[in-house]
């Protein structure tokens, strides 16, 4: 964790469900770490819940640490990746070369099957700090310049982002007395799915603090942008005005765009035993003595130690365009990305594109399908859609807006949606894993036949639980399955009036809570499944990766065929997400789809060989070594399988 | 290689829903022969409704045998009232169109009854228009679609939905289209400030306020929209209908040509050339047809600026209209056709339909022979008729020359069929009411299930005023909010 101290929120609490669900390690590695645990949005509804934690740095990477070196058949190698091997295509994947391995800071080279890039903010970083700048990846480590100039040189369309992390304070120096304290949850919530609790004692967790800016940090801001460098070019450029920013504001943002008003400041603790605050809110690139008297403008700061400036970091990132859904590269064969360098900022984008091209890079060596989440699965397929379908302009970040299905795609149910994927198809869940899920569906199932075969009238209901209000105008008979979504009803109650067969679910406290949101939002996930299917059925109608899109005989505008040309959609339901795209476009390309559908079932009628067998030329060790290398960058985006020495 | 495997896949799910393709589903229905003047039109649905559909139209429990055409009265279910005798068809899934339960319905193809049938089925549950393309996408997802047949659909969906976008962008000009477009603005506005008071309110400046805004505005547009659609159903006040314009020189009694058509004193007349300034509108129900009649400013080179923008606007409106009412002093024109011909050629665009009124015809006196003989020639004077709005005379004659040409632009394939679009329109605007309702009941229990009815009531809404995406969204919270950390 080389940015801020926590972990989850509203939209990345959802992925870091997602990816637990799929037996990546950050969800368990946070419930061993955590030093405050809270969960965003408690009174919106447990679709938008947000599973948020403090966590102690020097924990995580302990943890971390522990569950890496002890994965069987893993060896890690830390070094620099200066350099990529790359040898013939293979004859029937579009790409023109094929990966076989990298080449190291000394020189070494190591072979593998499949290569997954998690660059972080490395390629060609640049470090702003008021006018000074430095190639840096962050503060203290050398930039990865080699291997940008080796993506560039494959032809791999690069952007540039910016992004920036706020000074570090001193906790003894600062007064808390006079601000807002946010304790934590009592008892807090875990994010994995397999821990029962957390590791630290509930009334031993850590509070965080709310200060406020105030106009004299604004006017230091502005009487100073001249020393500004990161600012005057964000807020200068040409292109980069707009947009840039927008997701994660540096102070001198916040001040520029909304003027002459208080911004909040947390002060969130880097770990139990550490001195060091976190001011989350306070991300500038101001030279270092202005930052000091920003600070120290602030109420409860006053007397602040600036531990270490804050700065901004410029890096290269790839259009995330020239993926495919499953993270591989379109140019270059068994070439995966994950994390910052498609475009993303936060841990939590970074572990879900990390965990799917794990899955991914392994399946492929194997010669298995890839494995896609859809948007109708999950966050994680949302945005992986998003990035290799729209691309982005500035660092990508998750919001429960941007999902259309957010009352299926719940942070309670991600089990249910992926693990029984996870373990069939893509091979990453562990039998533990599986087998609690497995016991849960059925106990949903269960419980869900059982609530809705209890039927009796209004008057009866009322009778029976007194503590429910239920408007009388109902004549038609209820099951305790409506019952349940009264804001009032719980298992607890219900069980309590109809002992018989309730008592069995409303006795499994984590089942009681499931069912209530099941019922809750039954008659919307009831009613989107219809609209699910659609898009189901429009991402299973894939398009060729190949597919030149200005030669093809279908009756196509120029202005729809260099959209597609550009945002290369590798199914019909990307295609009706591109603005502009015509509903007759989609029909014509519909009918063009079912043409090369016919042309490869006669195809098919031929025997064939397949040329990926696994073993052919890697180990099976290679292979998995492949797979977990991925687990460990989902875990660490900014510091692992192309790795800059520390 | 990958697309074999890729499409194989897809080619293993259409299997699939091959084997229950009728099992769920909403029922679309459409036209399906095309608009405009017809002797016959088809009216197809598509899923598993259409069996239920059937039945309820021909008031019959049987259903006739597969792909035979049988003979039927259709009725509309909620009220028992007749609305044709037509031909139905019953084709059961998976030999169908698009593989799924299919009924059609063969019915006289006049306007009234093509949107008598269609709102009754609009009103059938699980039933709804079709959005376009959308039976032909059925089709395919369906296994069911030939490549020779795909290859003229593809055209004849281009075709329909060409029209339909011109259709709608004609309709989004007009007060209607203004009315949708700020629904719309309003709507995606209070989406936008609830979806960041979910995304960001807890660690970022999005105020408690912020909701109470919502929900006012959700309640404004709630009731707004009820009272339209109440409104909608009333005869008189039809909407988006054929734009006719009063048009001609000032002071020949264009503003009381419109007053004796809508039967009362909407705008205002005097002796004064020039009195009206603005486009004054009003909707009418002429034999059966919904007009919005515009009164426009006299044409002349005015030097007065408000006047000289009233003849702009004049000019403006007769650029866009159905139908121009040219209206001349009968006491000022040549009694001779091409001197009349040459006096409408002056005012209305070339190729206009076109009715030309003589007023003022009670100030004749004597001879009018000539003139109504030049009246009833025929081009180059368009169908004509004399007038005087003090006395009335002549009215009969203008309202059946009217009939004629409403009837004919109406029956014209290319001004496409404002019967589908109005009842695609009101059952979207009612699904959208629907949902704002549902907003107010989750409100104070589930913000999350409170959001989604606004989408869904956006979603309805945008498939009248086009699709408003997730980034649409974000651009609001970001533009209006400070948030992100």
């Known amino acids: ?646 | 290689m990958a697309l074999r495997g890729a499409l194989s896949a897809a080619g293993r799910r259409w299997a699939q829903q091959r084997l229950c393709c009728t099992a769920r589903g909403d029922t679309i229905f459409a036209v399906s022969s095309g608009h405009g003047r017809c002797g016959v039109a088809v009216i197809r649905t598509s899923g598993p409704g259409s069996r239920g559909a059937l039945r309820s139209l021909t008031g019959r429990p049987e259903l006739p045998p597969p792909r035979v055409l049988a003979l039927r009265r259709i009725r509309d279910p909620a009220t028992a009232e007749p609305l044709d005798r037509g031909l139905v068809v019953w084709f059961p899934g998976p030999q169908s169109f698009t593989g799924e339960d299919c009924a059609e319905l063969h019915v006289h193809g006049g306007p009234a009854v093509v949107s008598g049938v269609l709102r009754a089925l609009g009103r059938l549950p699980g039933l709804r228009p079709a959005e376009p393309g959308e039976f032909t996408r059925r089709a395919f997802h369906r296994g069911k679609l030939d490549l020779t047949a795909a290859e003229g659909l593809g055209d004849l969906i281009h075709a329909e939905t060409e029209a339909q976008r011109r259709q709608a962008l004609r309709q989004m000009e007009g007060e209607l289209g203004r009315l949708y477009q700020r629904w719309s603005e309003t709507l995606t506005q209070a989406l936008a400030h609830l979806e960041a008071y979910i995304d960001f309110s807890e660690d970022d400046n999005v105020e408690e306020e912020v909701l109470s805004q919502v929900d006012a505005a959700v309640r404004a547009l709630e009731q707004e929209l009820g009272a339209h659609l109440q409104d909608g159903r009333r005869g008189e006040l039809l909407r988006g209908g054929v734009r006719a314009v009063i048009a001609g020189p000032p002071n020949v009694g264009k503003s009381s040509l419109l007053n004796l058509l809508c039967r009362r004193p909407a705008a205002i007349v005097s002796p004064v050339a020039g009195t009206t300034r603005d486009v004054v509108e009003v909707s009418l129900n002429v034999t059966g047809y919904p007009v919005v009649l515009s009164d426009t400013a006299g044409l002349r080179d005015a030097t007065d600026p408000v006047e000289r923008e009233g003849v702009s606007r004049a000019r403006d409106r007769l650029q866009r209209a159905d139908l121009v009412l040219a209206v001349l002093d009968a006491t000022a024109v040549p009694a001779e056709p091409a001197g009349l011909g040459a006096a409408v050629g002056s005012l209305v665009p070339p190729a206009a339909p076109c009715i030309l009124v003589l007023n003022k015809a009670d100030l004749l006196g004597g001879d009018t022979g000539a003139l109504r003989a030049a009246c009833a020639r025929g081009p180059p004077v368009p169908p004509a008729t004399l007038l005087s709005c003090k006395t009335g005379d002549g009215i009969d004659r203008l309202l059946e020359l009217l009939g004629q040409q409403l009837a004919q632009l109406c029956g014209d394939p290319l001004a496409g069929s404002p019967s589908l679009t109005q009842s695609r329109h009101s059952q979207h605007l009612g699904d959208c009411a629907a949902a704002l309702a549902r907003y107010g009941r989750h409100r104070a229990r589930d913000l999350g299930l409170a959001a989604e009815q606004l989408r869904l009531a956006r979603r309805h809404l945008g498939r009248i005023t086009g699709h408003v995406g997730a980034e649409d969204v974000l651009d609001i919270i970001f533009r209006d909010f400070c948030v992100g950390k």
């Not at chain 1, 008297?293 to 804050?310: D, F, N, T, Y």
């Not at chain 1, 209004?458 to 008979?477: A, D, G």
């Open chain 1, 1 to 646: 964790m080389s940015c801020n101290p926590s972990f989850g929120g509203i939209g990345k609490g959802h992925l870091v469900r997602e990816v637990d669900a799929l037996d990546g390690l950050c969800g368990r590695v946070c419930d061993l770490a955590g030093v405050h645990y809270k969960v965003l949005n408690r009174c919106k509804g447990p679709a938008v819940w947000g599973l948020r934690a403090q966590v102690d740095r020097g924990l995580y990477r302990d943890n971390m640490r522990k569950e890496i070196l002890n994965t069987p058949l893993l060896t890690v190698h830390e070094a620099s990746v200066e350099d990529l091997l790359l040898t013939e295509p293979e004859p029937d994947h579009p790409g023109k070369c094929r990966v076989r391995g990298v080449v190291l800071g000394d020189g070494s080279t190591v072979h593998t099957g499949s290569v997954i890039l998690t660059t972080g903010t490395f390629l060609r970083g640049m470090i702003h700090v008021g006018l000074e700048k430095h190639p840096a990846g962050r503060l203290g480590d050398q930039p990865s310049i080699g291997l940008a100039q080796t993506l560039e040189r494959l032809g791999f369309a690069v952007g540039r982002l910016k992004t920036g992390t706020p000074p570090r304070l001193a906790k003894d120096t600062i007064d808390f007395s006079g601000l807002e304290e946010r304790t934590a949850d009592n008892p807090p919530v875990p994010f994995s799915f397999l821990s029962k609790a957390v590791w630290i004692k509930p009334e031993d967790q850590l509070s965080c603090y709310l200060t406020y800016t105030n106009p004299k940090a604004q006017q230091i801001v502005q009487d100073n942008l001249h020393l500004n460098n990161h600012v005057r070019e964000t807020t200068k450029g040409p292109r980069l005005s707009e947009t840039l920013y927008l997701y994660c504001p540096s102070l001198e943002a916040k001040v520029l765009r909304f003027p002459n008003r208080e911004h909040q400041v947390w002060l969130e603790p880097e770990g139990l035993e550490s001195n060091v605050i976190y001011p989350q809110g306070l991300s500038m690139t101001l030279p270092p003595e202005l930052q000091e008297q920003v600070i120290k403008s602030i109420r409860g700061l006053e007397k602040a130690k600036m531990l270490q400036p804050g700065y901004g970091v410029q890096y290269d990132y790839l259009d995330p365009r020239q993926l495919t859904a499953s993270l591989e590269s379109r140019l270059v064969q068994r070439l995966f990305f994950a994390g910052q360098i498609n475009g993303t900022t936060g841990y939590e984008e970074a572990a879900a594109q990390g965990v799917i091209a794990g899955i991914n890079a392994c399946l492929r060596v194997r010669g298995k399908p890839p494995f896609i989440v859809s948007r109708t699965e999950g966050y994680i397929g949302v945005l992986i859609d998003d990035l290799t379908t729209l691309g982005t302009n500035e660092p990508y970040r998750m919001f429960t807006s941007r999902v259309e299905f957010r009352m299926s795609l719940r942070p309670d149910n991600a089990d249910a949606r992926l693990t029984h994927r996870g373990f069939e198809e893509a091979g990453c869940v562990s039998q533990q894993r599986y087998e609690q899920a497995v016991k849960m569906k059925a106990a949903l199932e269960d419980g869900i036949a059982a609530l809705k075969s209890l039927q009796f009238s209004v008057s009866k209901w009322s009778q029976l639980i007194p503590e429910v209000r239920l408007s009388s105008s109902r004549r038609s008979p209820m099951s305790a399955f409506d019952i349940l979504q009264y804001p009032e009803a719980n298992m607890e109650i219900l069980a309590r009036a109809i002992p018989e067969p309730l008592r069995k679910f409303a006795k499994w406290r984590e089942l009681s809570e499931r069912l209530k949101i099941e019922a809750a939002y039954e008659w919307c996930v009831v009613n989107q499944q219809e609209e699910i299917e659609e898009v189901r059925q429009d991402e299973a109608l894939q398009l060729p990766e190949d597919l030149d899109y200005f030669a093809i005989d279908a009756s196509l505008s120029t202005e729809v065929r260099e959209k597609l040309s550009s945002n290369r959609p590798q199914t019909i339901g990307a295609v009706s997400r591109i603005p502009g795209i015509t509903p007759a476009a989609i029909v014509n390309l519909l009918r063009f789809v079912k043409n090369k559908h016919r042309k490869a079932e006669k195809l098919k009628a031929f025997p064939q060989t397949d040329k990926y067998l696994p073993g052919k030329m890697y180990s099976e060790k290679a292979a998995s070594q492949t797979q977990i290398s991925a687990e460990l960058s989902e875990e660490e985006p900014e510091s692992t399988f192309v790795k800059t020495p520390v």
